[in-house]
């Protein structure tokens, strides 16, 4: 019997984190949010995936993970009213949703400081605060860290009115990755490297555009 209630509430878990996802993806998907080139649905997907990824190695147990789930997940739909200060509505949309659905206040309270840290610069204090953060980044240290980069560009062109020479933006940028810092143990091991990786390329890529 205890073994049926188990699984019963594992089933009820799963269920409600996916009508979270879907109520997330919409706002994303019916709002500005479906133009633009860097923070539209697929970041918020990967930073999803990746909180799974990175609490799997951080050995978060299952109630932890939860919370970084949903912190995830409502991290960026602050981005469908405004793009400076956009974590502070995307929390209050996390509030407000989990509030009519009667989640615990105590993992209210967690999940929204978890969508805060990940305002720059960084400054998470916990441990699934640190996690959030280095979800959020970890495309700083992926293999189209390039291609992302450019779409940040566009972006920040387009909603923010800042243009930058080839020479400009390497330089931004190359300084951004070298003085960023991972927070996890994942993020000090696995994502550190290829975060190296990019920054060589940035520097080769501001070489080319000054010659």
Not at 36 to 64: A, Q, W
Not at 154 to 175: C, G, R, S
Request: proline fraction near 2%.
């Amino acid at each position: 019997m205890k073994t049926i209630e188990i699984e019963h509430e594992q089933i009820m878990n799963a269920l409600n984190m996916k009508d979270i996802e879907n109520y997330c993806l919409e706002i994303l998907r019916k709002s500005r949010c479906r133009a633009l080139p860097f923070h539209g649905i697929k970041h918020t997907v990967e930073v999803f995936e990746n909180v799974l990824l990175i609490g799997g190695y951080e050995n978060i147990n299952d109630e932890e993970q939860e919370i970084l789930n949903i912190a995830a997940l409502f991290h960026d739909t602050g981005m469908s009213e405004t793009y400076i200060g956009h974590e502070d509505v995307s929390a209050n949309n996390a509030k407000t949703y989990l509030n009519e659905h009667s989640y615990p206040k105590e993992k209210i309270k967690r999940v929204l400081k978890c969508v805060k840290a990940t305002k720059m610069p960084q400054n998470p204090k916990t441990l699934l605060e640190c996690v959030m953060c280095d979800a959020d980044l970890s495309h700083l240290a992926s293999t189209n860290y390039l291609f992302k980069n450019e779409l940040l560009r566009t972006e920040w062109a387009n909603y923010m009115d800042l243009v930058f020479t080839d020479e400009e933006w390497y330089q931004l940028n190359l300084e951004f990755l070298i003085n960023h810092t991972y927070h996890t143990n994942f993020g000090k091991t696995v994502l550190k490297e290829g975060k190296q990786r990019n920054i060589e390329l940035l520097e080769q890529l501001k070489k080319d555009a000054i010659n």
